[in-house]
């Protein structure tokens, strides 16, 4: 269960937040500004100065969304913390982002186990503002309302290597692309220069078939060639790849697999995954 209770907007949509709060914004937003500049890719940066969003407090969404439809056609839908995983694709198919609408707090400036509007609003929606990635996100959406909850699950590691913690090609360098790592000081380092990181052309069966833990850094990310190459990835024949890659089995895991009685677990082990977006889209300093 979350710690945090979403702020309820007013009727025009407006939310009162407290200087605690917009104070960790201003934070969380310059920290990161500090650490993307050279690193995030060009469409990402591009979408930042589409939304023109408040270095110093918590944006409302009434201004996101009006920058994000005038781009795109895409508003950002305010959500409890936690949401059934079916609503989660519905918003998607709807062209509707959702963001629970509290902030982490001070204590947990540096870990957060659940998506906050930081990492919803300074993650995921600059990239909203691509023609090509937000119709990529959409067709996903459209998918996951037609899918059983097996299928689902296959699809939530499709969602996981790209639009969390994707990579893409840019000339003869990679640039960050997923919110997972756009929005976490330490996963912005570590994915493009840590030794330790695999970086592999992405496979849409590879990442199909590549289980994930939702707490570590990750051991391994899939580098795309352009958002064409994702958008081209998502329609009907995923599912014919879903059932591909259930015949052939999963990799093995790249990391160290906790007992069942241990407090960490695989997404595929998890008894919580696949009730709630948050469930099954952990973020590790996120």
Same mark, same amino acid.
């Given at each position: 269960?979350?710690?945090?209770?979403?702020?309820?907007?007013?009727?025009?949509?407006?939310?009162?937040?407290?200087?605690?709060?917009?104070?960790?914004?201003? +934070?969380?937003?310059?920290?990161?500004?500090?650490?993307?500049?050279?690193?995030?890719?060009?469409?990402?940066?591009?979408?930042?100065?589409?939304?023109?969003?408040?270095?110093?407090?918590?944006?409302?969404?009434?201004?996101?969304?009006?920058?994000?439809?005038?781009?795109? #056609?895409?508003?950002?839908?305010?959500?409890?913390?936690?949401?059934?995983?079916?609503?989660?694709?519905?918003?998607?198919?709807?062209?509707?982002?959702?963001?629970?609408?509290?902030?982490?707090?001070?204590?947990?400036?540096?870990?957060?186990?659940?998506?906050?509007? +930081?990492?919803?609003?300074?993650?995921?929606?600059?990239?909203?503002?691509?023609?090509?990635?937000?119709?990529?996100?959409?067709?996903? @959406?459209?998918?996951?309302?037609?899918?059983?909850?097996?299928?689902?699950?296959?699809?939530?590691?499709? +969602?996981?290597?790209?639009?969390?913690? @994707?990579?893409?090609?840019?000339?003869?360098?990679?640039?960050?692309?997923?919110?997972?790592?756009?929005?976490?000081?330490?996963?912005?380092?570590?994915?493009?220069?840590?030794?330790?990181?695999?970086?592999?052309?992405?496979?849409?069966?590879?990442?199909?078939?590549?289980?994930?833990?939702?707490?570590?850094?990750?051991?391994?990310?899939?580098?795309?060639?352009?958002?064409?190459?994702?958008?081209?990835?998502?329609?009907?024949?995923?599912?014919? !790849?879903? !059932?591909?890659?259930?015949?052939? #089995?999963?990799?093995?895991?790249?990391?160290?697999?906790?007992?069942?009685?241990?407090?960490?677990?695989? !997404?595929?082990?998890?008894?919580?995954?696949?009730?709630?977006?948050?469930?099954?889209?952990?973020?590790?300093?996120?």
């Amino acid at each position: 269960m979350t710690a945090y209770v979403a702020k309820l907007p007013d009727a025009n949509g407006m939310v009162s937040y407290d200087e605690i709060e917009n104070d960790t914004w201003s +934070f969380l937003y310059s920290r990161q500004m500090n650490l993307i500049q050279q690193r995030a890719c060009a469409e990402y940066l591009n979408g930042l100065d589409v939304l023109g969003l408040n270095r110093f407090a918590v944006p409302q969404l009434p201004d996101v969304n009006k920058a994000l439809r005038n781009a795109s #056609g895409w508003e950002v839908a305010a959500v409890p913390a936690l949401i059934p995983f079916a609503e989660f694709f519905q918003l998607l198919a709807d062209r509707k982002f959702p963001a629970a609408t509290f902030i982490r707090t001070p204590n947990e400036i540096d870990y957060l186990q659940e998506p906050d509007i +930081f990492h919803e609003i300074f993650g995921h929606c600059p990239l909203l503002t691509d023609p090509v990635f937000a119709n990529f996100v959409h067709n996903y @959406g459209k998918m996951g309302v037609k899918a059983s909850p097996i299928q689902r699950r296959y699809l939530a590691r499709v +969602f996981w290597f790209t639009v969390e913690f @994707g990579l893409i090609q840019n000339q003869q360098e990679q640039r960050i692309y997923g919110a997972g790592i756009l929005s976490s000081p330490s996963e912005t380092v570590y994915s493009l220069e840590d030794s330790k990181a695999k970086r592999v052309p992405f496979s849409l069966q590879r990442a199909l078939r590549t289980p994930y833990r939702i707490d570590i850094l990750q051991p391994q990310y899939f580098v795309i060639d352009s958002f064409e190459q994702l958008f081209e990835s998502m329609n009907e024949s995923i599912f014919d !790849e879903i !059932e591909q890659a259930i015949e052939l #089995g999963d990799f093995e895991p790249l990391f160290e697999v906790a007992s069942q009685k241990g407090k960490v677990t695989t !997404e595929r082990e998890s008894p919580k995954a696949p009730a709630s977006k948050k469930q099954v889209f952990e973020q590790h300093d996120c």
